[in-house]
């Protein structure tokens, strides 16, 4: 019998969810107020390049040779992804829009970041005035390709801030797809031979950094343990003492004539209250170097030995590279949860580094594609053991679009076509 029901469920599963006799392959919505054409060829759709912000950091304005130029790499980068058979021959049932822009670059030395996103939509048709009229748009899963764009921390955390800018943990190389790196499981990177996206820090720059996050988290250790000392005595204070005695007073004080034994429960119940409030109160003023001491020493001893540590910096330490090392205990350890040291002190302290904007040729013009960075790969798939899984399944009640055309096409791009977009 079991058998039997997968068998039929594995049919069912395989019959189409239309007429299959039907050239567009319909299928209704079920409140009838739209339909998903599954076999009606679908179109791309390509934008026009433009730049949907302003020129902020003045820099010298495009010019229409750069326009071309960012133009005809986009075009190939489109060549690309239409040569493959999901969105050639395969472009049934779905259309893609290919938005193109481009941004300007925040210094003179720096080149334009350009891209494109290809967003795949499902063909379906919406009800208007009695008639289906197709629906060009709606929500979608893209993939995003940007040129010229560094790709920052990826999901490293910023750990510190030095003027503007933002030092991090290098981002790990989790996969490889094609000959590229996976970053963080997410961004695929092709950049130049023998430039780093990412630069470190110095040990001493990385110190100097940390400092204030130290300071802010000895500080609320300090805050903390002030009003905890001011509760201490309060609560070693008559006062203390005349309130929870009135207030014993005031509800149970009848007990005293009408059941003298609840009476003297009920004190007892009190005075032993009191003294554990009390020695409770004295404990937490005075924290100690144990486990529930942590939240005050910890703080107050890495403030205390990084500024040790920055001190007595000689030169040669000062320009090592600086690693970051997560606090095996982090209570109290709020702003910087962990210690910055010398690179390899530690097997587990990871390299500090920043964005490497040296890492673009100021001599090459403006419109060349430096580095090519596919953007949020794990929106819909993740790389194991070298193949691309997707995250996104097969529904019966809908013709498929976003991750479900995307990691195809990825899958069958010519990805040395695409190394090659990148100069050498």
Known sequence: MLFLFLLLASLCAQQPPYDPNDPEGIQIWPNKMGRYPWKRPGIFKVERLYAPTGNFARVPAVSAAEMQQMTAVLDKLSAIVKATPTASTGLIGYWIKESRTFYYPEAAALPFTYGSGFYPFRLEDVLTNGKFVPQWGGETTPAYYEINRLPGAVHQPVLLKDSDTEIYTRPQITAQWMGFPVYDNDDLLIARAGRDPWVAIPYARALKAAIPALAKDAATAESRLASLKKQNEETQSPVYEQKMRAHLEKYSGAYKTSDPKKWA????????????????????????????????????????????????????????????????????????????????????????????????????????????????????????????????????????????????????????????????
């Not at 005050?296 to 090592?320: G, V």
């Open 265 to 424: 429960g009920r004190l007892a119940g009190m005075e032993h209250e009191l003294k554990y409030n009390r020695e409770q109160a004295a404990l937490k003023a005075n924290p100690q170097r144990d486990k529930d001491g942590d939240w005050y020493w910890n703080p107050i001893d890495a403030h205390a030995d990084a500024s040790k540590r920055l001190a007595a910096l000689t030169a040669a330490d000062a320009a090592r590279q600086a690693c970051y090392l997560p606090a095996t205990n982090k209570n109290g350890r709020y702003a910087l949860p962990g210690d910055i040291l010398p690179a390899a002190s530690n097997p587990q302290c990871r390299e500090l580094v920043t964005t490497n904007f040296q890492y673009f040729d100021p001599k090459l013009p403006r419109s060349t594609p430096q580095i090519l960075r596919l953007r949020d790969l794990s929106l819909c798939a993740t790389v194991v053991n070298g193949k691309l899984v997707n995250k996104d399944r097969p529904r019966p009640d809908r013709s498929p679009q976003g991750c479900l055309k995307n990691v195809p096409i990825w899958e069958e791009m010519d990805w040395e076509a695409m190394g090659n977009l990148v100069v050498p």
